[in-house]
């Protein structure tokens, strides 16, 4: 290991990707409810109102709407607020700030008045946690022009990801696996140069079947990409990182390769993300389809009772058993 | 079932006074809590914290602000009639609360308005034809508000009172706030009505401003209707009196004083510049017009109320007054007359000569940085309708 690099997890990624947006643009505000002292419930802001102090990391009053509101005010005196929706299930109270004010100020301005706000969501389930603690919000944010929406999947993108959603001109929703925050660390080199943000990526070779993720999915199919090398099928993984807009332009070229698709997430299947990406891969790679691109989601339901989450989470069974059944046409 | 928003007077041993004494059945004169500096027939009254001097040349300068005011507004409803605007949102009878309001501020205050707020526009010197074009449907706004210290009208109801309290934030990190300097210090302004008070929003405003003691002024204008719904529907008491339960003060003016308006704003926004936190002013008024050019009052209240309150205008008591003490000539009222109607003349030939937006501006300012996916879609649009041309 370099000087420059040490291991990381999750959380102490966006933690210090905060942290380095912060120290590089004194504009950059962080806002929620338990950012301060506490350092957030998930601990993301951890120190960063003891060294930037209570001007620039505010604890809010509880209510979201007014986070999401306020941020609005500030972001048009010229700050960069970076707001912390504490749990997925909590951010329909700030969902008319979101999508009438935060989404359509730059548009209703002309582009006299740009919204350069994050709004970062910890989402997905698998934490054993009572109701609206566990929900993938996703597609409800990325249905709305003039809003930008991200998920990072591992420490080493939610160190680069957080600055650059910062950086972002544009209002960015930013979603984070809360399930993988304290799991395993990875190495982060912090001279490496990143990928631009609204990108997707390969993250696993293959030929066989495409497998298409996001957020904390991107581990599900990685996983399942393994299981099925022992079986000597060979799954290309593509983490999709950007999901409004979307970056097909690496999904296009893998699809036309193995000619199969699945795609996997932990929102609703009806009219999710997967719904997108299969329509356009169908529009686009239809004479290289040889079969039709499957989607593996969480169910149509509520999200249940956490004793029974693991079977309504998409894993590493189902997206096998869905890409047997894109392999038997 | 009776209907808690009419039925009053019921005991309420044990828990405070009885609502009907606090909020009678009738508030039409304000109740003994409104600050009043002029009175409908325009004479001059004083009042124990509020009273200040003007000069002829203020009162002057309100008079001319209220006639012009009311000028926009009854031709941009004259523009509605005539197919030119799409909606026109009127705000007939409440002159002085939005000149009192917009005079009230210096240059470096900032406003978050509604889309009502004509008067206060007119005051941050925004060509009124400026106004126009989101009712008529070209745009959704057409000036800068950095430039005017102006927001953009806001149509989702009471939204912008957290933007307000957001950008009061703002200016308390830029240390702009408490420094005792007036060309410095700097406050906001967030407008909102009587309906907007039941929003969340507005509440969450509240606590916000009041948590961070934010330089915020929340001027209520009561107009007494949102709609069709009375001012019972919204509140069981004197809007201003809700201030005390969020931790800053409240206070009722008569928002048909411009005098009042301005007096009693002016020490708001001092407080709030100053450093001294949010205050709630409530302008007591009436939407003598319709909520906008769709509606129809007729339907849901009396031609009685709307008369008692003719009596009440807030130019005429100006008039009254200026006129009884000679402050006023011929000469000024033509001269008044001739700038209204040039006024309108510019508002008519300016509002006809609108052009219509492109099809493909549709398309701009999505975003400051357009994603690929939607280049594609607008170039893919500009190809389809270059078929319709090559048609041709």
């Known amino acids: 290991m370099s000087a420059s690099t040490q291991k990381i997890t999750l959380a102490k990624g966006l933690n210090m990707g905060l942290r380095k947006a912060m120290e590089d643009d004194p504009k950059v505000l962080v806002m929620g409810e338990d950012v301060g002292k506490l350092g957030g419930v998930f601990r993301i802001t951890d120190g960063l109102q003891k060294d930037f102090g209570e001007d620039r990391v505010i604890d809010s009053p509880l209510a979201e709407s007014g986070i999401v509101g306020t941020a609005v005010g500030l972001a048009l005196r010229g700050y960069r607020p970076v707001v912390e929706i504490q749990f997925d299930g909590f951010v329909y109270p700030a969902y008319d700030q979101i999508v009438c004010q935060v989404a359509k100020m730059h548009y209703r301005s002309k582009g006299r008045s740009p919204m350069p706000m994050v709004i970062r969501i910890p989402f997905g389930g698998g934490i054993g946690a009572v109701e609206h603690h566990s929900e993938s919000p996703e597609a409800q944010f990325a249905h709305t022009p003039g809003l930008k929406v991200v998920a990072c999947s591992n420490p080493v993108d939610g160190y680069w990801m957080m600055q650059q959603a910062i950086a972002s001109d544009d209002p960015v929703i930013f979603l984070e696996p809360k399930r993988q925050y304290h799991a395993e660390k990875a190495e982060l080199d912090e001279s490496a140069t990143p990928e631009p943000l609204f990108t997707s990526r390969v993250v696993r070779r293959g030929e066989d079947v495409t497998v298409l993720a996001y957020g904390p999915t991107v581990k599900t199919a990685m996983s399942a990409a393994e299981a099925a090398a022992t079986e000597g099928r060979s799954l290309e993984v593509i983490d999709l990182r950007t999901l409004s807009p979307l970056d097909m332009g690496p999904v296009y070229e893998s699809v036309r390769r193995t000619g199969r698709a699945v795609i996997t997430h932990e929102a609703h299947v009806n009219l999710g993300i997967g719904s997108e990406v299969a329509a356009r891969i169908t529009e686009e790679c239809f004479y290289s389809l040889e079969s039709p691109v499957l989607r593996v989601g969480g169910f149509d339901t509520p999200y249940p009772a956490s004793r029974i989450e693991e079977d309504f989470l998409p894993d590493l069974d189902r997206v096998l058993d869905a890409v047997d059944r894109t392999l038997a046409y | 079932m009776p209907d808690p928003a009419t039925e009053r007077g019921q005991n309420r041993d044990g828990f405070g006074p009885d609502l009907a004494e606090v909020f009678g059945p009738s508030q039409n004169d304000g109740g003994p809590e409104l600050v009043q500096l002029l009175t409908p027939e325009g004479e001059r009254v004083h009042h124990p914290e509020f009273d200040m001097d003007f000069s002829a040349e203020q009162l002057r300068g309100f008079y001319r602000d209220m006639v012009l005011t009311r000028r926009i507004d ?63 449907g070209v745009d959704h706004g057409n000036w800068d508000p950095a430039e005017f210290n102006f927001g953009l009208y806001t149509i989702v109801i009471g939204a912008q009172t957290l933007h307000a309290t957001g950008y009061a934030m703002g200016m308390q990190r830029d240390g702009v706030v408490g420094t005792g300097d007036p060309e410095r210090d700097a406050a906001v302004v967030a407008h909102f009505g009587d309906g907007a008070s039941s929003q969340g929003d507005v509440n969450e405003a509240f606590i916000f401003a009041a948590s961070y003691n934010a330089p915020v002024v929340f001027f209520c204008q009561n107009n007494q209707w949102a709609i069709s719904e009375p001012i019972e529907r919204q509140t069981r008491i004197p809007l201003y009196q809700r201030a005390l339960g969020f931790g800053f003060p409240g206070v009722r003016v008569d928002g048909n004083d411009v005098m009042a308006t301005y007096a009693v704003t002016q020490a708001a926004l001092q407080r709030a510049r100053d450093g001294q936190g949010p205050t709630f002013v409530e302008a007591y008024t009436y939407r003598m017009g319709a909520h906008t050019t769709t509606d129809d009052p007729t339907r849901y209240r009396l031609s009685d109320d709307v008369e008692s309150w003719k009596l009440k205008d807030p130019i005429a008591r100006v008039e009254a007054y200026l006129r009884r003490n000679g402050l006023i000539d011929t000469e000024f009222v033509d001269d008044l007359k001739k700038e209204a109607d040039d006024l309108g003349a510019h508002l008519r030939e300016g509002c006809k000569s609108m052009p219509d937006p492109k099809a493909m501006q549709m398309f701009d300012h999505v975003y400051a940085d357009m994603p690929e996916e939607l280049v594609a879609q607008r170039d893919g649009f500009a190809a389809y309708l270059e078929t319709f041309e090559e048609a041709r």
Do not use: M, N
């Open chain 2, 74 to 136: 009854t031709e941009a409803t004259a523009l509605q009639r005539h197919g030119e605007l799409g909606i026109w949102a009127q705000l007939l009878g409440q002159e002085a609360a939005q000149i009192g309001a917009g005079r009230a501020l210096r240059p470096q205050d900032y406003v978050f308005p509604t889309y009502r707020e004509h008067g206060v526009a007119y005051c941050k010197g925004i060509d009124p034809l400026s106004l126009l074009g989101l009712f008529r």
